[in-house]
């Protein structure tokens, strides 16, 4: 475990430096630049109190790395959120190991969490807009979208894959298996889209309207909202004299204020109401059709028994990569994530599968 721990702490400090090295805004920069700073130390503390080499160690590890990949894909914002969620993972872990000992818990384990709001906080240059701006990193978080990809292909694979078992074991693996995997294709996908459809467009109707409300409150009664982000400074731990020069400097543009009000009255974030239903849809939809397709891919050039050994095949080796991706958010084992799913899968295949028979050998 303090291996597991040591390789956190480090892959924590090469992200926040790639973060840094990617950051327009010098005042954000710096942040990331401390906290970069302090999860080394964290790193060196921890080898030295375990008697670690950390020369040895010192290499980010694959899961960082391909944080890193995925930030330039897809934007730094989104590591953000996940580091912010490793704090609060290493703060637990904390806890639950001094509850383990019976040992005394003196409210200092969860000070990864605040550190790098403080740090912001501390910046002696740091502007409304810029405090707001980060707020608005924290939440948006790449918009989950690579959990949404995994999870989305992970149902279309689990269901379409059982489906196809279920109507292999009662036709033996005949022709009929094909027209079946492609029907369970297309109603799964068609259904998940429009349920993401009807979610997101319900949503943001429904958050479009809330916004306009505090819209038409700040033109109104502009004095009222400063007001209103002074006492959201200030519940943040800013000082009053500091939280009233924030607001004043914030209340200079009107968007960044709104942003800020919608932000930590409404609890929504507006950078999440710009995509598309239709996008969401479409993307539901294919992410479905990715996974459901991998078990049905082996009908479309043999037949049989032969067909069935493949699709497990090829279902199994999905599986595993589906298990191993979740390890980016999980941090668990690669090996013990990837087979569990396998076995979880496999499982659920064969139940369908004995079913089919059964009802096969009736007919």
């Known amino acids: 475990m303090s291996r597991k721990n040591l390789q ?22 710096r942040v990331f630049e401390k906290m970069s700073e302090i999860e080394k130390s964290h790193a060196e503390a921890l080898a030295k109190k375990e008697k670690i080499d950390l020369h040895n160690l010192i290499v980010p590890s694959w899961r960082a790395k391909t944080f890193h990949l995925i930030g330039k894909i897809f934007g730094y914002d989104y590591i953000l959120g996940v580091l912010m969620d490793t704090e609060k993972t290493i703060s637990t872990s904390i806890l639950s190991a001094r509850k383990k000992k019976n040992l005394e818990i003196t409210g200092n384990e969860t000070n990864h969490v605040k550190i790098l709001r403080s740090i912001l ?22 918009g989950n979208a690579i959990r949404a990809a995994v999870l989305g292909g992970n149902d279309g694979l689990v269901s379409n894959f059982s489906l196809v078992m279920g109507i292999a074991g009662a036709t033996s693996g005949n022709s009929g298996v094909l027209l079946a ?58 000082p009053e004299e500091q939280a009233h020069e924030m607001a004043a400097e914030l209340m200079q543009d009107k968007g960044q204020a709104h942003k800020l009000l919608v932000q930590e009255e409404l609890g929504i974030n507006a950078e999440e109401l710009k995509g598309s239903a239709v996008e969401a849809a479409l993307y539901s939809f294919g992410l479905f059709a990715i996974g459901a397709v991998i078990p049905v891919i082996p009908f479309m050039f043999a037949a049989g028994m032969t067909a069935v050994a493949l699709s497990v095949a090829f279902s199994a080796a999905g599986l595993f990569l ?42």
């Open 181 to 238: 995997g492609m029907a369970g294709l297309l109603a799964g996908a068609l259904s998940m889209a429009l349920g993401e459809w009807i979610s997101v467009k319900s949503s943001k109707e429904l958050y479009e309207r809330q916004i306009e409300l505090e819209k038409e409150e700040l033109e109104t009664n502009p004095e009222g909202e400063q007001q209103e982000i002074v006492l959201i400074y200030m519940a943040k731990g800013i």
């Open 322 to 363: 589906i298990g191993a991706a979740i390890t980016l958010f999980t941090g668990r084992n690669v090996w013990f994530s990837g087979f569990r799913q396998v076995i979880f899968g496999l499982l659920a295949a064969a139940i369908t599968f004995g079913i089919g028979k059964l009802i096969g050998a009736s007919i």
């Open 8 to 29: 956190t702490e480090i892959d924590t400090c090469y992200l926040y430096r790639v973060m840094a090295q990617n950051e327009t805004d010098p005042i954000i920069a």
């Open 121 to 142: 906080d501390s910046e002696e240059k740091v502007t409304g807009k810029q405090l707001s701006k980060f707020e608005s990193r924290h939440r948006s978080v790449g």
